[in-house]
């Protein structure tokens, strides 16, 4: 089952604007994930944000976590055009366990 | 060094066959994921492996799906009498035993049932 939900589920800025991407979830997390998809295929890992830090940082994303809200919000700034791709976010309770994937939001960056 | 890889690339079936999808997890992972992607569900989580167990298998989607894993290594998902909503982008994923937090994906197998 579905636990997060992205928005807006597709965004189309200019190559060199930031571009923000929520995410909403349901239960209690012990961290959340964003990953990006090229072509519907494998997934990379972004960046992690443990359930008890608020913000992150990893060259030109910010990640931020709000636990009250169940929300996160993924930044990255400057954009390019190599940054098309869709993007979700995925929470865990901890441990080996499967990640519960978002619907993603498709990002496209306009040359 | 090599990533997780995943054959076959792209898999197209008739409805009521059988088909084995296979996945190489990175060298040392011992935890074992497999996911389902498709449009109408988007990204599913499947099954887990800790080494050759799978501790919980209730997030297989039937009886016709089954999967195994032996040698701690590769892993097969089998699905058995196709049908065409299965049709999916199947993925596969492992982590290492230090950090089982993230995840390292494999490209997938694309599936068609016709």
């Known amino acids: 089952s579905q636990q997060g939900e992205e928005d807006p589920q597709a965004l189309s800025i200019q190559e060199g604007e930031n571009a923000t991407m929520n995410c909403s979830y349901k239960?209690?997390?012990?961290?959340l994930q964003w990953y990006r998809q090229n072509s519907g295929r494998g997934l990379v890992h972004l960046i992690l944000?443990?359930?008890?830090?608020r913000e992150k940082h990893s060259g030109r994303l910010r990640v931020t976590l709000d636990t009250s809200k169940k929300s996160s919000s993924l930044l990255i700034t400057a954009s390019r055009a190599a940054d098309t791709a869709s993007y979700f976010c995925?929470?865990?309770?901890?441990?080996?366990?499967?990640?519960?994937f978002g619907k993603g939001t498709h990002l496209i960056i306009q040359p | 060094g090599a990533g997780v890889s995943q054959s076959p690339s792209n898999k197209v079936t008739e409805k009521g066959k059988d088909v084995e999808l296979r996945c190489d997890p990175i060298?040392?992972?011992?935890?074992l994921y497999w996911y389902r992607q498709s449009l109408g569900q988007g990204l599913e989580f499947l099954i887990y492996?800790?080494?050759?167990?799978?501790?919980?298998k209730s997030g297989l989607p039937s009886d016709r799906f089954s999967a195994e894993r032996t040698g701690g290594s590769v892993s097969t998902l089998t699905i058995q009498r196709t049908q065409q909503e299965d049709s999916a982008v199947y993925l596969c994923?492992?982590?290492?035993?230090?950090?089982?937090?993230?995840?390292?994906f494999g490209p997938g197998t694309r599936l068609l049932v016709l």
């Open positions: 995925a929470t865990s309770g901890g441990g080996a366990d499967g990640l519960t």
């Open positions: 944000i443990r359930s008890n830090e």
């Open positions: 060298s040392g992972h011992t935890a």
């Open positions: 239960t209690s997390i012990n961290n």
């Open positions: 994923a492992s982590s290492p035993p230090w950090t089982q937090e993230t995840q390292y």
């Open positions: 492996f800790q080494g050759n167990s799978a501790p919980d």
